[in-house]
Structure formats: structure tokens, C-alpha cells
């Protein structure tokens, strides 16, 4: 338990290289998800002891460019646990070495799952609350799980509207 406890976060900082860039030198976006999905999962399966998979990740957002040369660390920690599932929230800072400036570059959630060996998923330490911080945490993680599966069925709604549609519209096609 005393464990579970100290897993519940984890925090990466990273030296946005040369190598990350993209044609107008800023940090590419595909090396800040891949670093931000790094993150998630290292906070996620050393909670859990486990491997685990990402099964989602919400609206992505970039507030502002990173530039090369800039240090980003990425605060993440585990808002909420299903009986396979985790919701690790990521925040990233990016700071300016000689400026001795902070911004905050974005916030974005991952569904994580654990998996077994034989790539089942398998259930999860149940997360205990013990702060106000993580209580919000735990408030807004629930309320997006709902919102997720509320996005789920619309897109299927969509899906199937479009699919109708086209029967209608090419009637020899289907
Ligand atoms: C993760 C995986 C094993 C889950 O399989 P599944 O048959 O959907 O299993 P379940 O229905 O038991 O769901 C497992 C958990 O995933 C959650 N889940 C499933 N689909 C989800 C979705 N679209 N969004 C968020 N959570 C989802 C379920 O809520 C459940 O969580 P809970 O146990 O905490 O309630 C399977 O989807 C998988 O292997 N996906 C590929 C993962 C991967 O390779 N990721 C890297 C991509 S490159």
C-alpha cells in the first residue's frame, strides 16, 4: 500500500534536441506524443507492477510551440483506476534555460490498460485518495470516462448515419 502510494506520480524531463525538430525548428508534435505516451506508460505500469497498453488518449492540444534547447518536464500521475484501466494525466512544462522562464505547453489524458502475458487485461491496485489535489483529480477523471464513452457511441451514431446513407444513395453497392 505504502508503495502504491509513492507510485502514484512520476515525473521526466527531457532536453528538446536538435534531432526533434521540425521544418521551422520547433519541437516536432510526433516527438512530444511519443515522449508524453512514454510518459504515461512509465507512471502507469510501475503503479500497476505490469505491463500495460495504451488504449486511448483524449484531445490533444498544443497551447504553444517548444522550442530546441528548451527543458520539458512531464508531471504525470494516475487520476483514476477501473478494474483493468488507469487514467494517467501528463503536464508539461516547458522551461527556458537562460531565461529562467516556465510555460505550461499542455495537459492531456491517457487510458491505460494492464495486460497479463498473454496480453489480457488484468485488474489494477485500486487508487486511494488521500488529498484534496487527488480528489479533484479523481472528480474530473470520472466525469471524462463518461464523456468518453458519450464520444464513442456518437461516433458509431455517425458511422452508421453515413453507412445508411451511402445504401440509400448506391443501393447496388451493398
Ligand atoms: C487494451 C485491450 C487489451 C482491451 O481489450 P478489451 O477487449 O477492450 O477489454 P475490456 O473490454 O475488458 O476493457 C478493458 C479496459 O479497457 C477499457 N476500454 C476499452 N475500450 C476503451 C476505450 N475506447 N476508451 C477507454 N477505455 C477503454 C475498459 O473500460 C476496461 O477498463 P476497466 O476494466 O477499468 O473498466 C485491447 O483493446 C488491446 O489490446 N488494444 C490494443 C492496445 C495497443 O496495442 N496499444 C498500442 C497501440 S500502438
Avoid: W
Avoid at 87 to 114: D, Q
Amino acid at each position: 500500500m505504502e508503495q502504491q502510494e509513492q507510485y502514484k506520480s512520476l515525473r521526466m524531463t527531457v532536453l528538446m534536441t536538435p534531432n526533434m525538430a521540425n521544418f521551422s525548428g520547433n519541437v516536432h508534435g510526433g516527438a512530444m506524443l511519443n515522449l508524453l505516451d512514454q510518459v504515461a506508460y512509465a507512471c502507469a505500469s510501475r503503479y500497476s507492477g505490469s505491463y500495460v497498453v495504451t488504449v486511448s488518449v483524449d484531445q490533444v492540444f498544443f497551447h504553444r510551440p517548444v522550442h530546441v534547447g528548451e527543458l520539458v518536464t512531464f508531471l504525470s500521475s494516475v487520476n483514476y483506476t477501473g478494474r483493468t484501466s488507469m487514467e494517467i494525466g501528463v503536464r508539461a512544462v516547458s522551461e527556458n534555460i537562460r531565461l529562467r522562464t516556465e510555460r505550461h505547453v499542455m495537459t492531456c489524458y491517457f487510458t491505460m490498460v494492464a495486460v497479463n502475458d498473454a496480453g489480457m487485461p488484468m485488474p489494477v491496485p485500486q487508487l486511494q485518495i488521500t488529498s484534496p489535489t487527488e480528489q479533484r483529480r479523481y472528480n474530473g477523471a470520472v466525469l471524462r470516462r463518461q464523456l468518453r464513452r458519450e464520444v464513442d457511441r456518437r461516433i458509431e451514431d455517425i458511422r452508421q448515419q453515413g453507412f445508411n446513407e451511402m445504401q440509400r444513395a448506391h443501393p447496388e453497392e451493398s
